[in-house]
């Protein structure tokens, strides 16, 4: 293939949003690029987001803040519950307006990701392209991908999730010239299954918090004998299951039915209904069972290649500012 300034691994929110960086280059600047993207089909996760607020002056330089101001609600605060509901304390998030002048904001993942698409050409994004190894020398970076395609650009950035092929490609080779911290090679613990999704439009006659002109958390501690946690947001009607298991095995083979059906019939700490209430709600196509893993690398960058987002950090957040916001731990 032939050659460009800049290859993006990946066309989640970290791609995308470096995208449109490079596309708001004056046009006697404008830099060449490609994203390369493993999905024949873009489909954002059904699960809320949340930017942090020293995001939204970028935002706002890309031009996109107007849009996601529309589809957001600010964060008021996080509200901790014991197992049995009684109140265990609140974590007020004003300071983001103090500090920052800005609130944080929440909203569906889907729809930050379908605003954020809408300011890159379709031209830019290659579906279908999954990267199997990378290259690299003075000159430039390749990118095999596994239909035997290649790509070649000058630098190469790699936002392509928690199991970066990029990042895997630049770890094994810096680690063969002995320039890789051994914590970097150690493997990502797994011992999570999360089940995430977004309700319909629920009703506010039903769920009065929906009438505020803020969001709120409200997080369930299962405690020790209730091996699960939930965290539920009220404007988009979040629903997730996050199911623990010493055996990565054992949970793997937990299908979204068995996760939800556990919590079907607890009652859901918005004081209306159960859990049971909200799966109902949700459509089958905005349930997504995921892994759920945490881990830091040190190393972020190497030759010509550097790591954004999960690539670089995993289970943090995506450019430093986005959090993922899971419903139901267990």
Not at 25 to 48: N, Q, T, W
Not at 206 to 220: A, G, N, S, T
């Amino acid at each position: 293939m032939g050659r460009t300034k800049i290859l993006i691994a990946g066309a989640g929110i970290s791609g995308l949003a470096i995208a449109i960086m490079l596309e708001r280059l004056p046009e006697d600047k404008k830099v060449d690029y490609l994203i390369l993207e493993r999905s024949v089909m873009m489909s954002a996760m059904g699960s809320a987001v949340s930017l942090h607020t020293a995001v939204i002056p970028l935002l706002k330089q890309l031009g996109v803040w107007p849009e996601i101001e529309r589809i957001s609600k600010p964060m008021s605060h996080f509200c901790i519950k014991r197992a049995d509901g009684s109140d265990l304390g609140n974590v007020d998030y004003a300071y983001g307006d103090l500090e920052y002048s800005y609130y944080g904001v929440v909203m569906a993942r889907p729809e930050l990701h379908a605003i954020l698409m809408s300011h890159v050409p379709s031209s830019k994004i290659m579906l279908g392209k999954r990267i199997v190894a990378t290259s690299q020398d003075d000159t430039g970076v390749s990118c095999h991908c596994g239909d035997s395609t290649i790509y070649h650009a000058d630098i190469l950035i790699g936002a392509d999730g928690a199991y970066s092929a990029v990042r895997q490609s630049l770890y094994k080779d810096l680690w063969a010239h002995g320039n890789l911290p051994r914590q970097d090679i150690s493997p990502i613990k797994l011992d999570q299954v999360v089940v995430v999704g977004i309700t319909e439009p629920l009703s506010p006659t039903d769920y009065p918090m929906l009438k505020e002109d803020v969001c709120q958390f409200r997080i369930v501690l299962g405690g020790h004998d209730r091996p699960y946690t939930v965290k539920l947001d009220a404007p988009q009607g979040t629903l997730v299951n996050n199911n623990r298991n010493a055996d990565w095995s054992v949970a793997e083979t937990e299908s979204i039915d068995e996760i939800c059906s556990q919590m079907r019939t607890k009652r859901n700490p918005f004081g209306f209904g159960t859990y049971g209430d909200l799966i109902d709600k949700t459509p089958r196509h905005m349930i997504s069972r995921v892994m759920f893993e945490e881990k830091g690398f040190r190393t972020w960058y190497g030759g010509r290649t550097v790591l954004i987002g999960d690539g670089n950090v995993v289970g943090s957040h995506e450019l430093g500012c986005l959090e993922e916001l899971p419903v139901i731990f267990k």
